[in-house]
């Protein structure tokens, strides 16, 4: 049994010089160092039937050649991989002038897009952005804005309540458009304001493919001297048409919102049939963009600044509805569901 370990090695090391591939060096570790049926764990195993005085000395010199052929094997496997990068090279089939990989980026949401597209628009009107908290208090989405407890008017916006702690009626909630920002900033200002705000907005409702329960808004809002609806249409119609071309138009119908006088309903002459009416416009020819009208001068009043002096005009504009046009997205609720599939093509 003593020889068989000199043997082995010189047996084992020929075999490893002449594997010359990943297989044949795994089918040599297999053979002579694996664990079950390798030639030398044999040796090892076999070691127990030695008498005692040959046991010592074979048991080091089989541990001493296990060790050898580990390390010669990783030397071997280095050797290899050296080999078939040097191949590589030569053999011309690494080209570095090929370009690299492009970077997986992120990217903006097309309602961000949209957002931004429309703030640069009113920003060189000469408007500032500003914001406010979309937890917000009866009193600013509702009361300050002439829709007090029980008018019927608070039926146009489905309140998802703030649970408080308090008892019934509560009076925090999650702000249903953006007009409460309107009051804060009256509160704090004097004219001449003029201010945007965007954000988010939420109302109790069911989903479908064009009414979501989250929706990001703009609020526009202009208090100076001599201001009439021609500068509402006027600024809501340069900003449409720098989005949408300047050919745009807009229309205005009389609507009803407590917190203006006179109140108007504002769409646009849809982008892609110019008013014909095609599927992006569900032939109607024309694209909702929100509410709007001249700040009502209670408001004003109650604000501190004098109706008889100044006027406002005031809109609020959805911005996923303008999305949907602008890239073609049939179903709302696709912005907010985070897929990538859906997210990736704008
Ligand atoms: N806040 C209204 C809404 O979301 C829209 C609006 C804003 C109407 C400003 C008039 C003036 O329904």
Redesign the pocket.
């Known amino acids: 049994m003593a020889d068989t370990v000199p043997h082995l090695r010189t047996e084992a090391l020929a075999a490893l010089a002449e594997a010359a591939d990943d297989a044949a060096l795994a089918t040599w570790h297999v053979r002579y160092l694996g664990r079950k049926e390798g030639r030398l764990t044999g040796v090892l195993r076999g070691l127990a039937q030695l008498p005692v005085e040959e046991r010592r000395a074979v048991g080091a010199a089989a541990n001493a050649l296990k060790a050898e052929l580990e390390a010669a094997y990783e030397e071997q496997r280095e050797a290899l991989r050296r080999m078939a990068v040097r191949q590589a090279l030569e053999g011309g089939s690494v080209d570095v002038t090929l370009p690299p990989r492009p970077r997986a980026r992120g990217r903006l949401h097309p309602v961000t897009q949209t957002l931004r597209q429309m703030l640069d628009a009113f920003r060189s009107m000469g408007f500032s952005i500003v914001e406010g908290p979309e937890v917000e208090l009866d009193y600013y989405n509702f009361e300050a804005l002439r829709i007090p407890a029980d008018h019927p008017a608070r039926d146009?916006?489905d309140t998802l309540w703030v649970d408080d702690g308090t008892p019934r009626p509560r009076s925090l909630l999650m702000r249903?458009?953006?007009?409460p920002a309107q009051i804060r900033v009256m509160e704090q200002h004097q004219p001449p304001i003029r201010i945007v705000v965007p954000g988010r907005?939420y109302r109790h409702e069911a989903t479908d493919t064009t009414h979501e329960w989250m929706m990001t808004?703009v609020?526009v809002l202009a208090v100076d001297e001599g201001l009439t609806l021609a500068h509402l249409k006027g600024t809501l119609l340069g900003v449409m048409q720098r989005l949408f071309g300047s050919e745009r138009r807009i229309r205005l119908q009389c609507s009803y919102?407590p917190?203006?006088e006179p109140?108007a309903e504002v769409a646009m002459d849809c982008f892609n049939c110019a008013g014909t009416g095609c599927a992006t416009c569900h032939q109607s020819g024309w694209i909702e963009m929100?509410?709007?009208?001249m700040v009502h001068p209670e408001i004003l009043e109650r604000m501190g600044i004098d109706p008889a002096r100044y006027t406002g005009f005031?809109?609020?504009m959805g911005l996923e509805r303008l999305a949907m046009q602008l890239y073609g997205v049939p179903d709302m609720r696709f912005f907010y569901q985070n897929d990538l599939r859906m997210l990736q093509q704008f």
């Open positions: 146009m916006w249903t458009h953006t007009s907005a808004q609020e919102f917190f203006v109140g929100g509410g709007a009208g005031a809109a609020g």
